[in-house]
């Protein structure tokens, strides 16, 4: 078979998140050597190998962990104590994250959601818009950014969301904050932030919970009011606040 890393460009242009597994130490009798190599794809599916057995085994469930955190990892294994492998020596293995981005949807194009993904592209973000307004995006340029020009009410539900997800929640008008809100909130998503007042937070929190939506607690994971607090007052202003927020965020998903 080819080596793999004659294969990573190909399986980098496809876009599919995942891991590069590699044995960079061994000790004593092990199935494969340094250098032996395998790709872990986030559906659990891989090609290559770094012995059989459990160590594979215990090395794809590594994988996926890192394809959730996207931060490189080295895992060591016993193979004999800690894996019940009779061959019994010593293996390093190490994971590399490929192909490792975050989606970032951004539910209303307006003036603060446009700042919103203009900031946040610049921070790795693949950014994603969503509105109900097809002429709103003759208005900027999005940079690269994918366009969606869709009703609220059934926005979601064609967007396959992961948890590498994160959703701003920007709209030109409460009732359709509150409209996606109620779709996302099921939904495992890396983030979730919300613009409004106070006032508006509390009384679409009240509407959601007396509608049987989502409790209390499942509400209090979201982030709104959005962004962390400063005295923001223009567009770009308030956009700055957000992003720094979802660069928390990001940041802290492996911690």
Same mark, same amino acid.
């Given at each position: 078979?080819?080596?793999?890393? =004659? ?10 998140? =995942? ?33 059989? &057995? ?52 951004? =539910?209303?194009? &307006? ?74 909130? #099921? ?19 009240? #509407? ?45 998903? #492996?911690?």
């Amino acid at each position: 078979m080819t080596d793999i890393l =004659f294969q990573l460009s190909d399986l980098k242009s496809k876009g599919k998140p =995942f891991v590069l597994c590699i044995i960079v130490k061994t000790e004593g009798s092990t199935p494969r050597k340094e250098g032996a190599k395998m790709v872990v794809f986030d559906d659990g599916t891989s090609i290559g190998t770094v012995g059989g &057995g459990t160590i594979e085994l215990q090395s794809i469930k590594k994988a996926l962990e890192v394809i959730k955190t996207g931060k490189p990892a080295k895992e060591s294994y016993e193979l004999e104590e800690d894996l019940s492998m009779r061959c019994g020596g010593y293996a390093e293995v190490y994971f590399e994250p490929m192909n490792y981005s975050f989606n970032l949807n951004i =539910f209303g194009a &307006g003036h603060v959601g446009r700042e919103v993904g203009r900031f946040a592209a610049e921070f790795g973000f693949n950014v994603v818009y969503i509105d109900n307004r097809p002429d709103i995006y003759n208005e900027f340029n999005p940079n690269g950014a994918k366009t969606i020009a869709t009703e609220f009410e059934n926005c979601v539900a064609d967007l396959n969301l992961s948890s590498h997800d994160f959703a701003v929640i920007c709209t030109p008008k409460h009732t359709w904050d509150e409209v996606v809100l109620c779709q996302l909130i #099921s939904k495992n998503l890396a983030y979730i932030g919300m613009i409004g007042s106070t006032r508006k937070v509390a009384e679409t929190s009240k #509407s959601i919970i007396e509608k049987g939506i989502a409790t209390k607690e499942q509400l209090s994971k979201i982030n709104m009011p959005i962004g962390i607090p400063f005295n923001a007052e223009t567009p770009a202003e308030i956009a700055i606040s957000i992003v720094a927020k979802l660069i928390d965020a990001k940041n802290s998903l #492996s911690v």
